[in-house]
């Protein structure tokens, strides 16, 4: 008899929270992979401590797919045992890493990665990347990013079975001093690449820029003046994504290779 493959990877921090990711499910809610899907499956990688964020990605996705089903992976035996006293209808919970199992091998249409990589080291990432987009359906996406402890600081890659596809940056607006706060927040890929030199840099360096042209927007709220900035960006020649509906949420998406490390 065959011996189970160990799980991929090690295990995090755990730390979890009530909103924590509204952000990021947010958008994946606006993936076509999850409309158009026959088997709209969700894995959520490396939950943390608790089940709280799995089950609120299965209540925002359900709103747009009423038949998604999301799966928690977690690696920590215990955080399973956990979380498992907390499934219902549409959510269950398996012991993983980033071979992402899923009820009778199914190929899952979104994985969402949220805070797993922060603990690794860049040189990881990319085999990391490649084992989660190896387990999607064909036109799946990954997810994976950071976020603050509150999640109002969040960036992310959306990666398909071939790789790298977007960047997004999400603010929360009301509070926002300079775009660069995200900084502190970049994915594993890109956190040791804001150096001068480097595409994310002169993302961040632009953004920032662009915020203080704008300062005397702010008289009409924060969003106006963001999406003025995001408009300028794309006009400086940024390859933007989207438009004023998600630019209004502090959102921002553009090409990988607008900042994929040189």
Known sequence: MARATAPQGRITRGTTG??????????????????????????????????TTTL??????????PDVEVVGVEIDPERVRIASAAARDGVSFRLGGFESPTPDGRRPAVIRALNVLRQYDESEVEAAWATM?????????????????????????????????????????????????VAERLPKAL??????????????????????????????????????????????????????TRWRLGELTLDWAAVAPR
């Open 18 to 51: 009530v909103n924590r990711l509204r952000r990021i499910d947010r958008w994946i809610a606006t993936l076509p992979v999850l409309r158009s899907t026959p088997d709209p499956l969700v894995v959520d990688l490396g939950y943390g401590a608790s089940a």
């Open 56 to 65: 609120e990605l299965r209540d925002r996705l359900a709103a747009v797919r």
């Open 133 to 181: 987009t190896g387990r999607l359906q064909p036109d799946g996406v990954l997810v994976e990013g950071t976020c603050n402890e509150v999640g109002r600081v969040a960036s992310w890659v959306a990666l398909g079975p071939a790789g790298p596809q977007t960047f997004t940056i999400s603010l929360r607006l009301a509070s926002l001093e300079q775009p660069s706060i």
């Open 191 to 244: 956190i040791h690449r804001n150096v001068p030199g480097e595409r994310v840099h002169e993302l961040l360096r632009d953004l920032d820029r662009l915020w203080a042209v704008n300062a005397p927007l702010a008289v009409y709220g924060p969003t106006q003046r963001w999406i003025a900035v995001v408009s300028a960006l794309r006009d400086a020649g940024w390859p933007v994504r989207d438009g004023r």
